[in-house]
């Protein structure tokens, strides 16, 4: 009797990188060592699980030359929480061997661009030793663990959120030894113990949660199949865009402020690639509710579903909103169960969530003040009369105040006696920093990924494009009567989706150079996502493609409507229909000629207009003008 022998599952080169790496040590540890300016391809991809992306600046490429290696490096800390110390290092550090700036990321995290190999133990080392890490910043493991940035004292609610980021992101961090041997040569940082029942809850093995034989209890030797990403928020707060996460808990409490458990969503995630329909953006699924007792061990069974199921071939198709899509959420949640051992409680409801930021000055609730401070695209850096780097340093040298960043690439200064709120306030009068009240909304609500030049996904530009794209827009808007309106504007440099687009009213997504799918009709609360308009708009094109659109909203909106919530009530047929006979006020009165074509012409030319979100007249004047320019 001959049997055939059963193949291994096919698996993506990152799989076997990952079962290669000795739990995530090699082949960075030998690289490093090594005198070049950057680390190969499959160092790059083990990098990342230390919270590193090796990029090139695009800026100063030279053709013959080697590319401007440099590293970016992204903090971990949960719930956003940066003590006064370890603020100060990271603005040290980005002085000597970044690039002068910091960037508040939306997941509540701190980037520092600019690095250079030879320095990058060093800095790793300076943040581990001021109670800061960069572990699993990056990688296929649990990402930075987001909350509500609102450090309440007098709301449980709050306080609840800030407490189980810290624990989720407690279970979930990588128990490999190599982070501290690689960094910091063995140095165990001095960290505080993990909370009990986080601690008991990596021993117990449940349905096939743990593994017992590997240095990774919770991940194994291959670790996730690709990001993973969670949240806590409370009732009513989507400041943490929970839509958009793996597993997001919502607090849930009694009519005294204790804590009775949670209700879980899973499934949501933004990242996609152009002209690839098997990959789209997805909102997270309510799958129902847990005990507080119970979390831990439901949290693990999840991971392990998507652990152990999730798709390890194809990366593009590896994340868990693929396998929820796929399965069906019924399924996704009896396999869950399995491990959980249970069944799991029905969802409870919950009032409308609403998107906040906390900006300006606000009590904390023990008398005490807390100021939320806009940074545009999380940038802070001083440039010209903006000083906000220097304002943030003087704060915290002099008041050594602990801060939140939020996931609208902000943060927020806490613990501040109300004795120091006008001399803190003059610090940043003083340094260019508007307040709240003095910034246009467009720009208060606006997000926008760093892309070029140091982004190697990017293929167009965000950061750098936006605020010039926002003036744009704000100058439409008044032109067309709508002087006061504003919306959630994002725009990022390629499809993956780092500042979200896929959840803003209007949505900017790089597709090739100088042009952009234009994405509408998300909710203004984050909770519905919006959908792809146009195709390629070159950016020259701004104003002709969004004026139709904002005459419509204006003569069509109900009363108190939003942008968003327009766009997806009317419908993008529409909105084409609208923008295909509409002719800008300024082309109205100028002469008119009148030129025949025949039916079947005018019916391609009515289906091409509705296609390009164009008027006729404007396909007809481009298609004449070409003809005449090569006859």
């Known amino acids: 009797m001959v049997t055939t022998p059963i193949s291994a599952p096919k698996v993506s080169k990152v799989e076997g990188l990952k079962e290669r790496s000795n739990g995530l040590r090699e082949p960075v540890a030998t690289e490093l060592l090594q005198d070049t300016t950057h680390f190969s391809e499959d160092a790059v991809q083990i990098l990342k699980f230390h919270g590193s992306y090796q990029q090139d600046n695009r800026d100063n490429r030279i053709k013959g030359q080697e590319k401007d290696y440099q590293f970016m490096l992204r903090t971990r800390n949960p719930g956003g929480f940066i003590s006064p110390e370890l603020y100060l290092v990271l603005d040290q550090l980005s002085e000597t061997y970044g690039n002068h700036t910091l960037r508040v990321t939306t997941r509540q995290g701190f980037q520092i661009h600019g690095i250079l190999k030879k320095n990058l133990k060093t800095v790793i080392a300076e943040i581990v030793r001021h109670m800061g890490s960069t572990l699993g910043a990056c990688g296929d493991l649990n990402r930075n663990v987001m909350a509500p940035p609102a450090p309440y004292k007098d709301r449980p609610d709050y306080v609840y959120a800030r ?68 949240c806590v928020t409370v009732p009513g707060d989507n400041s943490v865009d929970l839509f958009s996460q793996d597993v997001s808990l919502v607090v849930l409490t009694d009519g005294s402020g204790n804590l009775q458990g949670f209700n879980v969503y899973a499934g949501g995630g933004l990242g996609r690639t152009h002209n690839k329909e098997e990959t789209f953006a997805r909102i997270a699924d309510p799958i129902g509710y847990v005990d507080k007792d119970d979390v831990y061990d439901l949290m693990k069974a999840i991971v392990a579903t998507q652990r152990d199921y999730g798709d ?138 760093p892309a070029l030049p140091t982004c190697g996904l990017a293929v167009t530009e965000s950061e750098r494009a936006l605020p010039g794209i926002l003036e744009r827009i704000r100058a439409l808007l008044v032109k067309v009567g709508l002087k006061e309106e504003h919306f959630i504007v994002r725009m990022t440099g390629c499809p993956n989706g780092c500042a979200r687009p896929y959840l803003a009213e209007l949505g900017f997504v790089g597709q090739s150079p100088n042009a952009y799918q234009v994405w509408l009709g998300a909710a203004p ?7 792809t308009y146009v195709d390629n708009m070159a950016i020259e094109d701004l104003e002709t493609t969004l004026e139709p659109l904002f005459v419509c909203f204006k003569k069509n909106r109900k009363r108190g409507e939003s942008f968003g919530n327009f766009c997806d009530r009317v419908g993008f047929d529409t909105l084409r229909l609208f923008a295909s006979t509409y002719e800008p006020a300024s082309a109205r009165g100028k002469a008119r000629y009148r030129v025949g074509v025949y039916d079947e012409i005018y019916t391609q030319l009515k289906a091409a207009s509705l296609e390009q979100g164009k008027p006729m007249t404007e396909l007809v004047n481009a298609a004449i003008a070409a003809y005449l320019q090569n006859s």
């Not at 190599?178 to 940082?189: M, P, V």
């Not at 609360?525 to 959908?531: D, G, V």
């Open 163 to 230: 407490e189980y980021a810290d624990r989720i992101a407690d279970l979930l961090t990588p128990r490999t030894g190599a982070y501290y041997e690689i960094w910091l040569d063995g140095e165990k940082a001095i960290t505080a113990e993990p909370n009990p029942d986080v601690a008991a809850a990596l021993q117990t093995n449940g349905n096939g949660t743990i593994k017992h034989d590997s240095e990774e209890p919770i991940y194994g030797t291959h670790y996730m199949p690709r990001k993973f990403k969670c």
């Open 525 to 531: 609360n984050q909770t519905r996502l919006s959908q």
């Open 312 to 449: 390890r071939a194809n990366r593009r198709h590896a994340r868990m909103k693929y396998l929820i899509h796929d399965w069906g959420v019924d399924k996704f949640r009896t396999q869950v169960e399995a491990y959980f051992g249970k069944p799991i409680e029905p969802f409870r409801p919950l009032p409308e969530f609403n998107y906040l930021d906390y900006l300006g000055w606000h009590e904390q609730g023990d008398g005490k003040l807390f100021l939320g401070i806009s940074i545009e695209n999380g940038r802070v850096k001083d440039e010209g009369s903006f000083q906000l780097k220097t304002a943030l340093r003087e704060i915290e040298q002099k008041f050594s105040l602990p801060m939140r960043l939020t996931a609208s690439q902000n943060l927020v200064l806490y613990e501040i006696d109300p004795d120091h709120q006008s001399e803190i306030q003059s610090i940043l009068d003083r340094c260019g920093i508007q307040p709240e009240t003095a910034i246009d909304p467009l720009v208060r609500y606006s997000m926008a990924c």
